[in-house]
């Protein structure tokens, strides 16, 4: 069950149309819609269902910069959570659309790694740009399952003197 380049390009957009989804879903529906829709797609991609993922968000910090569980995934992209206060809710800020630069992968086998760029256009046009690491693995029926991502924002220089 090796893992094919074109397997990668269709978890990334799978991944990006997932964010999508729940941004509409939340407009649509409010934060239980979203949080039915953010659940059913943690189920379907990320690897959950095999033990821990080694998730590290954007934008978490402290003892929660760490999202292990489920739960932690889901207030992640809900936010809306009395477990983590400081969650905003990374997936219902209205995106619209996702792309994706490869930087590099590595596959070897039922394991890959991809490393680039996410860029996540919301609704007013404003974009978002992370650096990514996502790590999969391929499960006993042979679906590609997120088993770490790692996400931050680029780094920012300070500006040279003059």
Known sequence: ???TQDEIAQAL??????KIAISKAFEEGGID???????????AYYGYNLGPVLFKPTMASGAQT???T???ALAYFCGHSEEYPLDNGFAIMGWRACENTTSATFVQG????????IRLTNKDGSITTVDKSFG?????AGTLRIVLH???LPYQPPEASA
Not at 33 to 43: E, K, L, Q, T, Y
Not at 110 to 117: E, N, P
């Open 110 to 117: 039922d394991i890959a790694m991809w490393m680039g760029w």
């Open 13 to 18: 957009m799978t991944w990006g149309n997932g």
């Open 66 to 68: 760490f999202r292990p």
């Open 150 to 152: 790692h996400s931050s």
């Open 1 to 3: 069950m090796n893992i």
């Open 136 to 140: 999969y693995k391929k499960d006993a």
């Open 33 to 43: 819609a979203a949080r039915a829709v953010a659940s059913a797609n943690i189920d």
């Open 70 to 72: 489920k739960a932690g």
